[in-house]
DNA sequence: TGTATTTACGTTAGTGCTTACATAATTGTT
DNA sequence: AACAATTATGTAAGCACTAACGTAAATACA
């Protein structure tokens, strides 16, 4: 399943989709058991169960609905004979929504059946799931009503764009942010090999150490990329351990992160600066070729990596070669 | 609101509504941000962009909708321009999805939109809500993957109908639930009194103790309802404390229980059997009535309660005099 | 009292999805 | 190779809901 990975993103699309899920589970457990109710009718049928006669709009102000909805629901209602619409004697305008007799034993005679789905569910998710679960809802809902998500997310956005990006060296505070970076994208891509987790893990001994370089990109407050630059031997450095949130791609960290690493390299004079990636890895190889690393025709000999089958030399100035050279 | 009440029975129209309410809310962020998506579009679009051209059932698969659902919104995302449909080569069937330059592009600018959503729910949310909402949503996904919820409830319907209702007298280890079936009903309709909090709270010295009675019952190893035989003075009783757990009604468990103190009321041959009530509570006064208690013109003296405005007597053999009794 | 505004409701058109069906291409079987 | 079965997709019809509109009744106000 590839929604959950999303987390927050796709909350719509997933809470839709559990709302469905649940929606034909009943209608299915109705219809086995002979119900002759549908599930979507729950809400105003239990209503008016426990209120009685009720009008259009205050049934849908209950229920979160709008009266149209309740309207129309009251149509099928009707047609199946369990609820009655009655005009209001005070205001003329009303109707008055009433369970019928039909429509009061059909409910008494749900009472198992709701009991039923009740206990189905708790067997279903655990009776710890479900708690948890009611209580996020209800968290939710509450959160919802009284701090507008709208308003919240506009803030954030006024904030994110007037927001400065910044590129910052190395410190240890930030050195599980090192980790946290590179392990998002090798972990969706490939899976951390040894060397990773080491090197990961340790920043100061085998990068800062060796004589190379770490750096951080910073957007209102928030870490959000990192970058290395490996020495390898003396004036030959690697650039390396490249990665930006997944959240914050495309303003332009990758970018901004590199170009920093590249300047560092010219700051130190280095002779030669070479990477290792993935073909799989599209927009970073873009990205790569824009800022003047050109694709050699094979591996590098002697990759510590598994996933190397990409190996780019910083050649600024020339540019790859074009397909059809010859025409 | 309502719906929260239900609990699990609405866990379905809950759901659509938080649904409805996040896609309206992102909806409302692209737009008053100029960004010419719509948050419906997410999945596929993100699907596209994460993974490159992807035939039309894979996405589906993906994102988790019928393969009619994606084909549709991607006639749109192609009206959009920001999706482009090629024939597969290797099998004419296929027909793959993949983003064009525009889409590319859209995709990449709404980054700091994502973000800005990202943290926008986080922030209406909290940290600690959002994280258990999500928790409680990927949990809720699997367990329905891995237990399908249907055979678990019809399994639950399926024991429930065959289950025999008991009619139990008290034990100590009941206490609790004495209070908890009194308190659910209390809570709703009116509040609980002092009076109730000591008699509830203390069953055996104040019922049991002064020659009274209680009685349970019980469905599938479950309390579910309850009620209290009063001796008021020497051979006057007070029936009191009748209560079904909301979920458990409409199954006969009140009636039982009526008749199971009515039973008592005869064998410890009593002399006058009342009850305080109060008009709201149609269904229980109906019952009442039906088991042989006639309503009384006016409010016992004395009563102990701020909610009774309802007096009753046990009077078999008596009905309640009709309306129209003159005609 | 007469007129404007508000309220309650129903109706219509449209949206996003589903199910059911149709069609074309591929694969399996003999 | 010929035919059936399967698979991938698109299309049509239907459902649940919404937004927008229209109408009737009630209320506010001068």
């Given at each position: 399943m590839y929604l959950p990975s999303l987390a927050q993103l796709a909350l719509g699309s997933r809470l839709k989709s559990l709302s469905d899920h649940f929606y034909a589970a009943v209608d299915e457990v109705y219809r086995s058991c002979g119900?002759?109710?549908?599930?979507?009718w729950f809400p105003v049928l239990r209503f008016l169960w426990e209120h009685g006669e009720t009008t259009v709009s205050d049934v849908a102000l209950a229920i979160g609905q709008t009266h149209s909805a309740v309207s129309q629901l009251a149509d099928k209602l009707v047609d199946a004979g369990l609820v009655q619409r009655k005009k209001d004697a005070q205001d003329g305008r009303r109707s008055l929504l009433v369970l019928t007799e039909k429509g009061q034993s059909a409910l008494s005679a749900l009472g198992p059946i709701w009991v039923a789905v009740r206990r189905g569910i708790m067997r279903s998710l655990g009776e710890e799931g479900l708690t948890t679960l009611l209580a996020a809802l209800a968290a939710t809902e509450q959160a919802l009503e009284e701090r507008p998500v709208v308003d919240a997310m506009l803030a954030e956005h006024a904030a994110l764009t007037s927001a400065e990006l910044e590129i910052i060296p190395y410190a240890p505070a930030l050195k599980d942010h090192f980790y946290r970076l590179n392990a998002q994208w090798l972990e969706r891509h490939f899976r951390i090999e040894d060397i990773d987790r080491e090197l990961l893990g340790d920043p100061e001994r085998?990068?800062?150490?060796?004589?190379g370089a770490i750096f951080f990109a910073r957007l209102a407050g928030e870490v959000i990329g990192t970058c290395a630059l490996l020495q390898?031997?003396?004036?030959v450095y690697e650039l390396s351990k490249m990665g930006v949130d997944e959240t914050f791609r495309g303003m332009g960290a990758g970018r901004s992160l590199l170009a920093a690493a590249i300047a560092e390299f010219h700051r130190r004079e280095g002779r030669e600066l070479f990477l290792e990636s993935n073909s799989r890895l599209k927009t970073a190889l873009r990205m790569y070729e824009q800022v003047g690393f050109v694709l050699q025709?094979?591996?590098?000999?002697?990759?510590?990596?598994?996933?190397?089958d990409v190996y780019m030399v910083y050649q600024p100035g020339k540019r790859r070669p074009a397909r059809a050279a010859r025409g």
């Amino acid at each position: 399943m590839y929604l959950p990975s999303l987390a927050q993103l796709a909350l719509g699309s997933r809470l839709k989709s559990l709302s469905d899920h649940f929606y034909a589970a009943v209608d299915e457990v109705y219809r086995s058991c002979g119900a002759g109710v549908e599930s979507r009718w729950f809400p105003v049928l239990r209503f008016l169960w426990e209120h009685g006669e009720t009008t259009v709009s205050d049934v849908a102000l209950a229920i979160g609905q709008t009266h149209s909805a309740v309207s129309q629901l009251a149509d099928k209602l009707v047609d199946a004979g369990l609820v009655q619409r009655k005009k209001d004697a005070q205001d003329g305008r009303r109707s008055l929504l009433v369970l019928t007799e039909k429509g009061q034993s059909a409910l008494s005679a749900l009472g198992p059946i709701w009991v039923a789905v009740r206990r189905g569910i708790m067997r279903s998710l655990g009776e710890e799931g479900l708690t948890t679960l009611l209580a996020a809802l209800a968290a939710t809902e509450q959160a919802l009503e009284e701090r507008p998500v709208v308003d919240a997310m506009l803030a954030e956005h006024a904030a994110l764009t007037s927001a400065e990006l910044e590129i910052i060296p190395y410190a240890p505070a930030l050195k599980d942010h090192f980790y946290r970076l590179n392990a998002q994208w090798l972990e969706r891509h490939f899976r951390i090999e040894d060397i990773d987790r080491e090197l990961l893990g340790d920043p100061e001994r085998y990068v800062l150490a060796p004589g190379g370089a770490i750096f951080f990109a910073r957007l209102a407050g928030e870490v959000i990329g990192t970058c290395a630059l490996l020495q390898e031997s003396p004036g030959v450095y690697e650039l390396s351990k490249m990665g930006v949130d997944e959240t914050f791609r495309g303003m332009g960290a990758g970018r901004s992160l590199l170009a920093a690493a590249i300047a560092e390299f010219h700051r130190r004079e280095g002779r030669e600066l070479f990477l290792e990636s993935n073909s799989r890895l599209k927009t970073a190889l873009r990205m790569y070729e824009q800022v003047g690393f050109v694709l050699q025709p094979s591996v590098r000999a002697g990759s510590h990596y598994e996933r190397a089958d990409v190996y780019m030399v910083y050649q600024p100035g020339k540019r790859r070669p074009a397909r059809a050279a010859r025409g």
